[in-house]
Each structure stands twice: as C-alpha cells, then as structure tokens.
C-alpha cells in the first residue's frame, strides 16, 4: 500500500509543465535521430549508385574479361568467384548452424554445455572478420595447405556466419509452437521425427530467410577473403581450391593496388554499385519469401 | 497392496525413461481384479486401470493416490474446479507428463493390463495406442490432407491409396469428410475452430488408437461446434474408449457414461479423486457431500 502511494505521488509531481516539454524535446530528439540514420544510408546508397551504376548495369562489364594491363574490363570471375563462395560457405555453415540450433533448443537438456556454446558463439560473434581472415590464412591456407582457395575461404567464412546462423536458425526453433511439438509427441513421434516432421518444417521459414540475409554478408564480406581466396584472377575459378576473387576483395583491391590498370576507379565503382544491388535485391528476398512460404501454410498475415 | 513405481523422464525429465523400482503389482493385477471403487458393475472389461497414481512435478504433489478404473468403450469424463490436477492426470495416461521438467510419478497404470511407467515401456507405441485431443485445436500449418497423413506416414506408410484411403476414412469417422472432401490440398489453418478440432480428432483416429484423451476439447469452439464434438464422442465410443477432461458440468453430464470428480481441498494440496461412478448417479444422488456440494453448486 505504501509504495502505490509512494507512486502515485509521484506521476503526479511528473505530471507538470516540465514533464510536457521533456517528452516534447525527446520526440523531437528521437525523430531527428531516426530521420538523420535514414539520409545517410540513403545517401551512402545513392553516392554508389550515382558513381557506379551506368557502369555495373551494361552486360559487357559483368560478363567481361577483366584486364590486368589495359582498359576497359569486365568483372564476370569476380561474380562468379562471389557465388561460388556463397554457396561454398552455406554448404557448410546451413547444417552446423541449423544442427546447433536444434540441440541448443529441442535436445540438450543440461544447461552448462548449452550456456558454453551460447558464450562461444557470442565470443566469436564479437571477433573482428579482419582476425578471421588472419586466422584462416594461418590454418587453412597455410598450414592446411590449401593456398588461397574458395574452399580456404569458405571454411574462414563458415566460422565468420556460424554465430549468425546458429543465432536466427534457433529463434526460427523456438519460435514454433508447443503445441506442434506436443501435437507430435501425442501421436508417437520419437523426439527426431518430431523435429524432422513438425519443427523444422515451421522453423523453415525463418531459417530461409537467416540463410538469404548470410548469403549478402558472405557476399559483401571483404576483410576475411583478402587473406583467404584471392584478389584478381582473369579466369573463371571453377575449382574450388584455386585462387579466387570475390568481388569485395577485387575492389579493395583495385582501390588500393589497382593503379595499373588506367580505368581502376571505373571498374571498382562498377562493381561495388552492382554488389551493392546484389544485396538490396538479396535482403527484399529474405523479407518477402518467408512472408509467401508462412501464407501458403495458412498462417493469416 | 503397497509398492511404489517410479515414472521418470531422464535427468531433468526428457521423454521416454520409466524407471520402476518394485516390481510386485503387475503380477498381483490381474483383468477381472475387484474394481478399484466397490459397488460398480461395467459391461465389458476396464481399459486403464489405475493404482495408488500420486504424481510429482519437482517437490509439489499434484495428485494423490488416485484409484480408479476407467470402462473400456465407454466415455469417462473428468471433472473438478480448476487447478484440482485433471489435465495433468490425463496426461499420465499417455506420459506426456514426461515432457514437464521434474515429473515423477508413483504407483501403477495399467493399460490392459500392463504397467505404462514400467522400464521398458516404448513410449511412442503407447501414444500410438492412447491418442490426444487437446485444448486449444493444434492442427499442423500443413493441409488437410498432410495432417491426417501425419501418422501413417510416421509409422512408414507410403502408398498413395492407402494414404487416401486411411485419410478418407479417419475424416468421416471425425464427421468432417463432407465439409473438406473438395479442398483437402488447402491449408488446414484455414478452417473454422470447431473444424480443426475435428481434424485434429481425424489426425489421432488415422493411427487407429485404443484409447482418445479429450483434454476439455471444447472450451476454444461455439456452442454449435462443441455439439458437434459431443454427437461425434457418442459415435465414437463405439471403437474407442474415451476419457475427457472438461470444466463444463453440463457437458460431462450430457456425454459421458461415467465421471470421475476431482477436488483440491486447499490451496497447494494435491489433487485428489473425491467420487467416480455412473455420471447419471454421479450427478443426481452423490455419495460424497463435497460431490454434491460442488456439482449443486455449479449447476445452481
């Protein structure tokens, strides 16, 4: 009783002219800042575009050969080294990230050991991508000896996305009903084919959508494939352990390195305008599909 | 008779472990035994037979010694106020208390005879046999047709025709097959509540169950859709023994054969059966005076 009076009395001193102006001046304070963070992407977006998209839109510079020399090139091994990397590294994150999850969530029972992979995958999530790339050069590139490859950098990238992955896959897990677990369960289902019938076809969704929204990371990640894969090549790497050049990587490169060729800031320009469409176009995917997929289930929006 | 089982769901209380640790009782009971409640005579045999049923969630006691045999094709309902432990004493007749951290139970559960909680129990076998309905209709988000499918295709069921056969058959034993038979490809979280309860009820009938658990099936749906699950129970019991949970009076009275009555004296006891016998008896000339002070009380 003491205390409601305490509050009462309280919100009631609050209640005054200063409270008005107070949640006034943060209105005002909070508008600005939302409309301040929308300019400058908006801003960062169109300084790209403006520079780079006449480039990036003409065929002849997607599919080109890129030159090393002379004017003039192409950047079509950087796009494919880009995907081809993608689907590398989702090969194999997809399974350990989605397999950690459903033990995280439906299997492990005692709480130290789910508690320790919860602390190492937030660990590695804190790391810098660049100690990624330095720690995969050392392991996988050299010491494993897979030299500058799309697999040493997939197994770099693997490590980068688990955290990520692990994280979305496992609130898409939770995020299912008991009662289809329940539903399950009451029907005979051992604890697997619960998961494998009634868990992960509802997690699906959102776990598409997890593996999209890493698909642009993995695309648009540069510090940790610098080290790992590659920085220009004129052919197209169709193995997976020769050197590569995703894209990030070949316009950090021709930014830094690339002043032998004439038309350098062109060609990065270019690329980085389409790169940047890649993933606008990648993040409209993953915010629609998994909309489509939960509407053909049933689930009124 | 004293002797102690113990049901036991791993460390922390996973699926699938019933851990006894006396063994005199299955040998001691046998069909045709004295009912547990003297002076009731049943057509036909029991399906579950209940002893000395006390059931543990960590520290608390949620039900206490519960005696009691249940008629095979027949309905039981099971009634009481709320709290007084009848959703979680139907849920120890096909060990989905296993599932709740913690859960213990001791004394005997005898389905035909042969104690559920013993060690070597294959639990999934007996959730085969002893289906559930529950509260809240929980059809799959997959359509129609799949939800059905869901168990025979479990038990490894593959050919088409039998699939539709199995799927036409279990929706019109749910009284459903004339409402869906156009549009079983669509989405079944697009039908009406009272619907996907029946679905729901098509989806336990697919597997061919023993027993259906009702836990208070009706307390989502209309009074119209709540009729139709009544008249459906009815044709039921026919095949099926059924045993029902419900807060609705009325209801245990209208539908059910026999009723079990359930009362928490105070608050933190545990739940403990007061009267089971003939829901007409049951009802209209109580042998307990709680009995009659609780049913009079609601119905007035």
């Given amino acids: 009783m003491e205390n409601a009076s305490v509050l009462e009395s309280r919100s009631r001193r609050f209640a005054g002219k200063g409270a008005a102006l107070a949640d006034r001046l943060a209105t005002v304070a909070i508008w600005f800042s939302a409309m301040l963070a929308l300019a400058l992407v908006i801003g960062v977006i169109a300084a790209i575009l403006w520079q780079g998209l006449g480039t990036a839109l003409s065929p002849s510079f997607i599919f080109g050969k890129p030159e090393a020399m002379r004017e003039g090139g192409g950047i079509w091994p950087m796009v494919v080294s880009s995907f081809y990397l993608a689907v590398l590294t989702l090969s194999l994150v997809l399974p350990l990230g989605v397999g950690a999850a459903l033990y995280l969530s439906e299997f492990a029972r005692g709480g130290r050991i789910v508690r320790l992979v919860r602390f190492g995958a937030d660990s590695l999530s804190a790391v810098p991508s660049v100690v990624f790339g330095v720690f995969g050069m050392v392991v996988f590139v050299i010491y494993l000896g897979l030299g500058y490859s799309l697999m040493a950098g997939a197994l770099t990238l693997t490590l980068l996305n688990l955290p990520t992955v692990m994280r979305s896959a496992e609130e898409a897990v939770r995020s299912v009903p008991n009662s289809y677990r329940e539903a399950a369960l009451a029907m005979g289902c051992s604890r697997w084919e619960m998961v494998k019938k009634a868990v992960l076809p509802v997690a699906m969704p959102g776990i598409t959508t997890g593996a999209i929204l890493s698909v642009g990371r993995i695309v648009g990640e540069s510090a940790a494939v610098v080290y790992t894969v590659g920085l220009f090549v004129r052919k197209v790497p169709w193995s997976p352990f020769r050197p590569a050049a995703p894209m990030a990587a070949n316009i950090w490169h021709m930014y830094t390195e690339g002043a032998l060729v004439p038309d350098w800031f062109r060609v990065a320009s270019g690329e980085a305008a389409f790169l940047l469409l890649i993933v606008l176009v990648l993040n409209l995917l993953a915010r629609t599909t998994a909309g489509l997929v939960r509407k053909k289930m049933g689930y009124r929006a | ?300």
Avoid at chain 2, 93 to 114: A, H, I, P, T, W
Avoid at chain 2, 205 to 211: F, G, I, R, T, Y
Avoid at chain 2, 261 to 273: A, T, V
């Fill in chain 2, 1 to 300: 008779m004293v002797s102690t089982f113990t049901g036991r769901g791993g460390p922390g209380g996973g699926q699938g472990v019933g851990e006894r640790e006396n063994a005199v009782m299955e040998q001691e009971l046998e069909v045709g035994a004295e009912p547990a409640v003297p002076g009731i005579r049943v057509e036909g045999g029991y399906k579950f037979r209940l002893r000395n049923l006390s059931l543990y969630y960590g520290e608390r006691k949620i039900l206490e010694d519960i005696e009691l045999d249940i008629p095979e094709n027949r309905i039981t309902a099971v009634i009481g106020p709320s709290g007084c432990g009848k959703s979680s004493f139907l849920r120890c007749l096909n060990r989905m208390n296993d599932l709740v951290e913690g859960s213990r139970v001791e004394g005997g559960v005898f389905l035909d005879g042969e104690d559920i909680y013993r060690r070597d129990c294959d639990v999934t076998a007996l959730r085969r046999r002893v289906g559930m309905v529950f509260q809240k209709p929980n059809p799959f988000p997959k359509t129609i047709y799949e939800n059905v499918a869901f168990g025979p295709r479990i038990l490894g069921v593959r050919d088409r025709a039998t699939l539709d056969e199995v799927v036409e058959t279990s929706l019109r034993r749910a009284a459903l097959w004339d409402e869906v038979k156009d549009k079983l490809k669509e989405p079944a979280l697009a039908l009406s509540g009272g619907q996907q309860q029946r679905l729901c009820i098509a989806r336990v009938l697919a597997v061919e169950p023993e027993v259906i658990l009702f836990d208070e099936p009706c307390s989502a749906l209309d009074p119209i859709a709540t009729q139709r699950i009544e008249d459906l129970l009815v044709e039921l019991k026919e095949k099926y023994t059924i045993v029902i949970v419900t807060h609705n009076m009325q209801q245990a009275a209208r539908a059910s054969d026999y009723t079990a009555f359930f009362l928490i004296e105070r608050q933190g006891d545990p739940g403990r059966l007061v009267e089971f016998g003939e829901t007409g008896n049951l009802f209209t000339n109580p042998r307990d005076e709680r009995t009659e002070r609780d049913i009079t009380g609601r119905f007035g």
